[in-house]
Nanobody
Framework: QVQLVASGGGLVQAGGSLRLSCAAS????????MGWYRQAPGKQRELVAA???????NYADSVKGRFTISRDNAENTVYLQMNSLKPEDTAVYYC????????????????WGQGTQVTVSS
């Protein structure tokens, strides 16, 4: 059993900052990439940022230069530092991890954390 627990959302004014965290726990053999997605009302879920276990990163164009993704492999935790927030960043943010468990290795499965609401007021 694997769990992803996210935290750090909230309400912030435009131009402000928030930091999201997501910790994975359970029968983990290997975590490949970890990432953050978001879903705004009436819109599809979209990738915000992702990071491989080697540290390579990928960002949505809309957040480049403002958001930074990082991870602590020893703690199985991924972070998203969000600066210069805009009202259009308002969404529920979900963490994702591609994980091989003791049972499924070498196959990789997607795991999701519970959403955390980020609201940016203008």
């Amino acid at each position: 059993q694997v769990q992803l627990v996210a935290s750090g959302g909230g309400l912030v004014q435009a131009g402000g900052s928030l930091r999201l965290s997501c910790a994975a726990s359970g029968s983990i053999f290997r975590i490949n990439s970890m990432g953050w997605y978001r879903q705004a009302p009436g819109k599809q879920r979209e990738l915000v940022a992702a990071i491989t276990n080697g540290g390579s990163t990928n960002y949505a164009d809309s957040v480049k230069g403002r958001f930074t993704i990082s991870r602590d492999n020893a703690e199985n935790t991924v972070y998203l530092q969000m600066n210069s927030l805009k009202p259009e960043d308002t969404a529920v943010y979900y963490c994702n991890a591609k994980i091989s468990t003791m049972r499924t290795w070498p196959a990789v499965e997607d795991y999701w954390g519970q959403g955390t609401q980020v609201t940016v007021s203008s």
